[in-house]
């Protein structure tokens, strides 16, 4: 029979197994990820290594494929090398300090044009006595095909079967040769090609590395494909230069394996070279690649540490892990405790804030239901994700219909147009913008309404929704139509009786002329046609308010010019035509203004015509008999004003600027106003209405008797 202490101590064993199989399988956790975690650290001090060895790599390229550079200088200091100056120049080089070298030349460059005259000349000088170009076909020599250009092989050093063999070899015949030599021509710099098999020696592989020579120093792409003269080049045994970096890496060469190819070739084709261990190590699943330049070309150092390497350099670093571990299981329950407990305070903490947050937004959502305006918001897509029960009544639809509908479909052709452009700017600036739109009602009737929206931008920039508040203006457009319309009929009115006074004063006029056919003595007879005359300026005035589109201002320069057209039509002096000079400043004036001021003109031009030019006066027999009517604006800023406006004068919708200060000038060059007569105290009627006028004018006018006589009056434009 089992008691309560058996199943207690079944209880504890199976604890403390649990315990131990938890042990065993953190303990072997932690020891693999240790090897992972150490095992990735010594990889990057392994590529800091390759890196190093990169670098020592590419310096020894560059030592060696400088000689390429080097010996272009020749061909850069003199245009004629001979085959003799380029083997004594390399009499000069130490060569047993290249290892990698296998040979170097000269290609030339010739024309098609100078194709035969350049075999000619290699044969005189004794390069090959049946020197050709050519290029291979079938592993036959056979002559170049018609081409724009060749590159044949010309001086070479190393001289063998193979190499004499070669001279004359077309190496732009050649693909892969040939896109090296346009590489280093069009860039002026040393150029590599990939690992190619050589001509003279079928199944060794190494590179070759070509340098430019030009005629001069051209800069230009297009200067340097024209000025090309040929190329220095030279053939490097790769393997020999990786050979003796490889046998400076001490005991990492003992560690390790090393593959260096072309980058973008096929590793048959690209492997310039391979290193493996002795001893045919274990290779370790770890790879590392590092890219090199060397004359254009990118070669790939392929390192792949051996499994040997990676333990050797792991220590006891993962067994001291595993082992804390069991340490660490003691303390997993209380910490799991404590996790549980403070969970649960967590959880707590997050439900209460959630009820907050509930209650908030309750408030809100109640705040916004309540509101007189309609609010309105969209997603990315101008989704509608909320309107109030406010936006849902003011457009006929339940709130529920309006989720998930196209905003722009509730606006007309127009209205969203405008939204469009609004959405464009609050995302390009993150200000609210305000606008009126028009709005489809679910009836189809238009409701106009002043929106203001402000688009959610986050923070990347993009575009994430907008919040709009819409107000019913449909009552506010109706009275400001009414109000137009109410405006336009005043308009219409007004125009009326300023026509029917001018037909009136034009009734006025005829009927004095009328019964001026009746009356036969001068003197009563020129008193009727000065009251005509007055009549008729002012009837001029209501003819040009008539006429214009505003009701307060009239055009001072039109109406002079209308008011002296036919006054002075026919207007000469025994004979003899009078030269009528009128300037006048683009100024407008009310009817207060207007009307006196056309009297005054009127009662000067009369007194003119009256009395300026009697017969016999000098003006009539030595010089030409002038009148000269102007009206300017005295504001130093309105007449600057009214010259730049001139151009203006007589378009549509047009009308003057305004003038607080005016003067009126007419003036003749006829015999002048005695001396003894006082203007101010003159009994003549014109001349009292025209003090009258003036005094009206609140203004002042004065006399100038020099050259005949000149009326100056001035007043202000109140």
């Known amino acids: 029979m089992i008691t309560k202490g058996d199943k207690l101590v079944m209880k504890l064993r199976l604890q403390w197994s649990a315990v131990v199989l938890t042990a065993a399988a953190l303990a072997a956790l932690v020891y693999y990820i240790a090897v992972k975690r150490i095992d990735a650290g010594n990889f990057e001090a392994f590529k800091r290594a390759v890196d190093e060895q990169a670098e020592y790599i590419e310096r020894d390229l560059r030592f060696e494929f400088d000689q390429v550079y080097d010996l272009s200088k020749i061909f850069n200091t003199k245009e004629d090398v001979t085959e003799q100056d380029l083997y004594a120049y390399m009499t000069q080089k130490d060569f047993d ?5 296998y040979n170097f030349g000269w290609v030339a460059r010739v024309p098609y044009s100078q194709k035969t005259e350049f075999e000619l000349t290699a044969r005189r000088q004794g390069i090959l006595p049946d020197f050709f170009i050519f290029e291979k076909s079938g592993g036959k020599d056979v002559a170049v095909a018609p081409r724009e250009e060749y590159f044949p092989f010309y001086y070479r050093k190393q001289e063998n079967e193979g190499n004499i063999r070669i001279k004359g070899f077309d190496i732009a015949s050649d693909p892969t040769r040939r896109k090296t030599l346009e590489k280093a021509r069009d860039t002026g710099m040393l150029a590599a ?63 390790a ?46 390192a792949v540490p051996t499994v040997d390497y990676l333990m050797k350099m792991r220590g006891w670093q993962p067994i001291a892990d595993a082992a804390a571990v069991l340490i660490i299981v003691w303390l997993v329950g209380g910490f799991i405790a404590n996790t549980k407990t403070h969970n649960a305070r967590l959880k707590a903490e997050v439900a209460a804030k959630t009820v907050d947050l509930r ?51 509730y606006l007309d052709d127009e209205s969203r147009a405008k939204a469009s452009n609004s959405m464009k700017y609050q995302i390009q600036t993150g200000k609210t913008d305000r606008l009126e739109v028009v709005l489809k009602h679910k009836t189809g009737k238009a409701v106009s309404a002043s929106v203001s929206a402000v688009s959610i931008i986050d923070e990347p920039g993009r575009y994430g929704g907008a919040v709009a508040v819409v107000s019913d203006i449909t009552r506010r457009k109706e009275l400001d139509n009414q109000l137009r319309r109410s405006l336009a009929e005043k308009e ?3 125009k009326e009786i300023h026509h029917r006074v001018k037909n009136n004063l034009q009734i006025v006029s005829a009927l004095i002329g009328m019964q001026m056919d009746n009356v036969s003595d001068e003197r009563y007879y020129a008193m009727f046609q000065d009251s005509q005359r007055r009549i008729q300026s002012i009837a001029l005035i209501h003819e040009r308010l008539y006429r214009s589109e505003g009701f307060t201002n009239i055009d001072m320069r039109q109406y002079v010019a209308d008011l002296t057209k036919e006054y002075f039509r026919n207007f000469t002096i025994n004979n003899k035509e009078a030269v009528i000079k009128i300037e006048v400043d683009q100024i407008a004036v009310g009817i207060d203004i207007a009307v006196p001021c056309g009297l005054i003109i009127n009662e000067l031009i009369t007194n003119i015509v009256k009395h300026a030019f009697p017969v016999g006066s000098s003006c009539l027999v030595d010089k030409t008999c002038e009148v000269h009517i102007a009206i300017r604006c ?19 919708g047009w009308m003057p600027p305004y003038a607080e200060q005016l003067e009126l000038t007419v003036a003749d060059n006829g015999v002048g106003i005695p001396e003894g007569i006082d203007l101010k105290k003159s009994k003549s009627l014109g001349m009292t209405i025209v003090n009258l006028l003036v005094r009206q004018l609140g203004g002042s006018i004065e006399l100038d008797r020099t050259n005949g006589s000149k009326f100056t009056v001035k007043f202000k434009n109140l």
């Open 97 to 101: 300090e290249h290892p990698s070298f």
């Open 193 to 255: 090609t990939e690992a190619i098999e050589l001509i003279t020696n079928p199944g060794l592989r190494a590179i070759q590395i070509y340098m430019p020579v030009y005629y001069g120093s051209p800069k230009t792409l297009e200067e340097r494909r024209a000025d090309l003269r040929g190329f220095t080049f030279a053939t490097f045994w790769l393997h020999k230069i990786f050979e003796h970096s490889f046998n400076s890496m001490g005991r990492l060469n003992e560690l």
């Open 257 to 302: 394996a090393f593959d260096i190819l072309s980058q973008g070739i096929t590793e048959d084709k690209g492997l310039l070279y391979r290193h493996t261990p002795s001893g045919g190590a274990a290779m370790s699943k770890l790879a590392y690649v590092k890219t090199i330049k060397a004359a254009g070309q990118t070669l790939q150092i392929k």
């Open 359 to 409: 209650e908030s937004e309750k408030k809100y959502r109640r705040l916004v239901e309540l509101s007189q305006e309609g609010i309105w918001a969209v997603d990315n897509d101008n989704l509608t994700v909320f309107a109030n029960q406010a936006l849902a009544d003011m457009l006929g639809f339940t709130v529920e219909e309006m989720m998930g509908t196209l905003f722009l479909d």
């Open 492 to 494: 219409v009115l007004l």
């Open 634 to 652: 005295r504001d130093d800023a309105n007449t600057e004003a009214a010259v730049v406006l001139d151009e203006l004068w007589g378009q549509p």
